[in-house]
């Protein structure tokens, strides 16, 4: 039964890269497709293997949509208030001219917890051109570190789609994920971001390229400590419940009245409504926009959040087809034989389907199918399980190249051929993922 569980995995895994490489198919399908195809192999009767696919989709879409959704509505208003191209405008004199590659770098980093990835390149990259144009010196030195910035939140830190979907296959606590979320991606930042940049910057010399499109930029954009507490309001509720109720307090003793006020407006539910109203309000009503223009702007905003909410769902299917079939215990006993730590595991699997197919998206929830079953088969905290989720969001990181839709827009933006995009980019986030692994395996002796 082993043997004939291992061959339907692989079967299953080549099956989804094979539909999603060779056929060009859509994730969403083809993933539904391979839960059936495994179902079948393990010899699961149609009924069990249509409600696993029903109660897979379920358990994962009850959170992720409305976290992804919340989320999509409050970067959507941020993004048309100009508070991104405020906030970015404010960071740059803040800390002057000569440290612009660390103000775009903390651009990249808060901006893009809200703001998909694309949106937040797209309206940030004419502030690159402008800094480059008065300095004269390479736009790689400016844009690195903004797209270091970028990249990271998008794959380490919620509520961004990634890691909340991954969170929640995996059954991790979200306060976790962000705290480790901070810790690793802080340094990887750094390096990955105004240090490669200025070895980079040395060795290609980028002019500036016409404006693609520019960003937003309003006449009179929102104050910029405003959106930094707008942002940082639910990221600090979540955390406070996570440390509060965690290892570190538990003999603590609190009020019933205060646990419970606690426990409802840390969760992430409340938190991002909460952040939703508020942006509502400071952001668009009161800044004169009218109700039904929000409304607009609000039904506009999900619409970049559908189709990963669907391949999250899809994601959860996977994941409860190898749960029903048992292949965690397998995958549980074959790390342990072969010795191989489980951050590595999920690392190396998450790497390859990367590398394979090119969506950081479709490789986080991919593999976080893949190594659900392990955590559900193993004995793992609070903490090692978070940092199984930063593990897969390094590896989903690494090399992006010509199957990945960043690795072009990166290169188009920037004026760079496809040699100097990988010299530059793809070194990059290959430096974010060795040091995100690195550092994940450093904190999971320490937590």
């Known amino acids: 039964m082993d043997y004939q569980l291992l061959v339907a995995v692989v079967i299953g895994v080549s099956a989804l890269l094979f539909m999603i490489l060779q056929l060009r198919m859509q994730a969403f399908i083809a993933l539904l497709i391979v839960c059936i195809l495994v179902g079948v192999l393990v010899g699961l009767s149609p009924d069990i293997i249509f409600n696993s696919i029903k109660k897979g989709m379920g358990n994962t879409l009850g959170f992720v949509a409305t976290v992804i959704g919340l989320g999509a509505l409050f970067g959507g208003i941020l993004e048309n208030s100009g508070g991104a191209h405020g906030l970015a405008t404010y960071l740059l004199k803040l800390f002057g001219e000569k440290n612009a590659s660390w103000a775009l770098m903390a651009t990249g980093f808060i901006v893009a917890i809200p703001v998909f990835f694309d949106v937040a390149f797209i309206i940030l990259i004419p502030l690159v051109y402008a800094i480059a144009r008065r300095t004269g010196k390479s736009l790689l030195l400016y844009a690195i570190p903004l797209l270091a910035g970028l990249a990271i939140t998008h794959s380490f830190i919620p509520p961004t789609p990634g890691p909340i979907a991954v969170a929640d296959i995996l059954g991790a606590n979200l306060g976790w994920v962000i705290i480790f979320g901070f810790i690793v991606g802080i340094p990887s930042a750094i390096i990955g971001g105004p240090l490669f940049a200025k070895y980079i910057a040395n060795k290609i010399e980028v002019s500036i390229p016409e404006i693609v499109e520019e960003g937003r930029e ?230």
């Open 218 to 447: 309003v006449s009179q954009p929102p104050n910029p400590i405003t959106i930094l507490a707008i942002i940082a309001l639910p990221i600090f509720l979540i955390v406070v419940k996570t440390v509060l109720f965690g290892k570190w307090f538990s003999d603590l003793t609190l009020p019933k009245g205060l646990v419970y006020t606690i426990s409802l407006l840390g969760h992430p539910f409340t938190a991002l409504i909460i952040a939703n109203l508020i942006a509502w309000y400071v952001l668009g009503i009161q800044r004169g926009v009218s109700r039904d223009d929000l409304l607009k702007l609000s039904t506009k905003s999900f619409k970049p959040a559908g189709a990963i909410i669907l391949l999250t769902g899809a994601g959860g299917a996977f994941k409860q087809i190898l749960v029903d079939t048992k292949v965690g215990e397998l995958l549980a006993s074959t790390l342990q034989d072969a010795a191989i730590h489980p951050l590595l595991f999920a690392f190396i699997i998450a790497a390859l389907i990367r590398v394979l197919q090119g969506s950081a998206t479709t490789a986080m929830i991919a593999s976080a199918g893949i190594m659900s079953p392990v955590i559900l088969s193993g004995n793992f905290g609070a903490p090692q399980i978070a940092l199984m989720v930063i593990a897969i969001a390094s590896g989903s990181t690494i090399l992006s190249h010509v199957n990945d839709s960043g690795f072009w827009l990166v290169g188009q933006y920037l004026g760079l051929t496809e040699k100097q995009t990988f010299r530059s980019w793809t070194v990059m986030t290959t430096l974010i993922a060795l040091i995100g692994i690195i550092t994940s395996l450093v904190l999971w002796y320490v937590f």
